[in-house]
Structure formats: C-alpha cells, structure tokens
C-alpha cells in the first residue's frame, strides 16, 4: 500500500517515471502474495498514468486487465471504478 500511495503523490506531482517505478513495486508485491484487489488497483493507476501521457494503448490495456481481474473475484466496487475510468 505504500508503493500505491507513494505513486499517487508522485503522479499528482508529474513525476510519471517515479509513479510508474513504485507502482511496479506495489504490483510486484501484490502478485507474489497473491492479492488480486491489489494487484487490480496498482494495474487501474497505471491506467490513469498511461492516460496523462497520453499512451492511450497502454492505458486501455491496464484498464481492461483491471477490469478482467476485477470480474475474476467479483469485486463490485472495483468494477465500478474500472467501469468508471
């Protein structure tokens, strides 16, 4: 969770690169312990980063792997928010 939040800030600040970096350590985490909400909410930033630099591929790919992660365990509320973006 500190990888994803140490993403955000870095996102919210325009420093892609760094956001990027932590926000595969955060994946890297939730993929070795298994933890699919995780690894969902980290593949959904992405998304949201490919978005602002405009690699509009990338991102709907991040968001339709989110998405699909998401349906796998029924999670409303993050197939809402893929839904959403």
């Known amino acids: 969770v500190v990888y994803d939040n140490l993403a955000s800030l870095y996102e919210n600040y ?3 690169d760094t956001s990027l970096y932590y ?12 933890d699919t909400i995780g ?8 998304g949201d980063i490919y978005v602002k630099l405009k690699k509009y591929r990338k991102a ?6 989110s ?3 998401s ?6 509320e ?5 839904l959403k973006d």
């Open 39 to 46: 690894q969902s909410i980290v593949l959904n930033n992405y």
């Open 14 to 16: 325009s420093k892609y």
């Open 71 to 76: 349906t796998i365990i029924n999670s409303r």
């Open 23 to 34: 926000l595969q350590k955060a994946y890297q985490i939730y993929e070795s312990t298994k």
């Open 60 to 65: 709907l790919k991040m968001y339709t792997a």
């Open 67 to 69: 998405l699909q992660l």
């Open 78 to 82: 993050e197939i809402r928010g893929n």
